[in-house]
């Protein structure tokens, strides 16, 4: 998320990363842009209540190769 200038928090003591929807994205749309991108799945922040929207949770519960893989697929997704 570094390298895209997107703002985070989360991932060092905690599998789950929270971040700012880029380029004004609403949560779910936000949700939609990465299902159909790049075919990573997350969690909208407005699931968690008004406060949330505008953020997405996402989580690196799975293997290390599926999470470099998600990422990888993310960061290409936003470069363009």
Do not use: H
Not at 38 to 56: D, I, Y
Not at 60 to 76: H, K, L, M, P
């Amino acid at each position: 998320m570094d390298s895209l200038g997107i703002r985070y928090t989360g991932g060092k003591n905690s599998p789950y990363i929270w971040l700012k929807c880029p380029d004004g994205f609403k949560s779910w749309e936000f949700f939609d842009y990465l299902l159909n991108g790049a075919q990573v799945v997350g969690t909208p922040g407005a699931g968690f209540g008004r406060n949330g929207e505008g953020f997405f949770r996402l989580t690196a519960f799975g293997s290390e190769e599926t999470t470099r893989e998600a990422v990888s697929r993310i960061e290409n997704l936003l470069k363009k």
